[in-house]
Nanobody, 113 residues
Framework: QVQLVESGGGLVQPGGSLRLSCATSGFTFSIATMSWYRQDPGKQRELVASITSSGVTNYADSAKGRFRIFRDHTKNTVSLQMNSLKPEETAVYYC???????WGQGTQVTVSS
């Protein structure tokens, strides 16, 4: 079965940085498109970034220039580097496998001073 385990969330001040990681198992990671989403109560789930098996990336407009998604095929992980974080980006961040709509449990990111 597909397993996705997010980590790296926490409390950070506005303008700070965090790196989220997603450990995966149960599928062929090397050919999977992976994504990061975020969602907070009262808000709609938003696609933040995605990356194909060959490394082609896509970002939400709000994330461009500040966030970077990358993957490590030797470790079967996908990460999201987030810089210059804003309070409105407070949310639970989820790792997802696009093909089967598989999700992890999420990791909380809180941007506040």
């Amino acid at each position: 079965q597909v397993q996705l385990v997010e980590s790296g969330g926490g409390l950070v001040q506005p303008g700070g940085s965090l790196r989220l990681s997603c450990a995966t198992s149960g599928f062929t990671f090397s050919i999977a498109t992976m994504s990061w989403y975020r969602q907070d109560p009262g808000k709609q789930r938003e696609l933040v970034a995605s990356i194909t098996s060959s490394g082609v990336t896509n970002y939400a407009d709000s994330a461009k220039g500040r966030f970077r998604i990358f993957r490590d095929h030797t470790k079967n992980t996908v990460s999201l580097q987030m810089n210059s974080l804003k309070p409105e980006e407070t949310a639970v961040y989820y790792c997802a496998r696009r093909a089967t709509n598989s999700w992890g449990q999420g990791t909380q990111v809180t941007v506040s001073s």
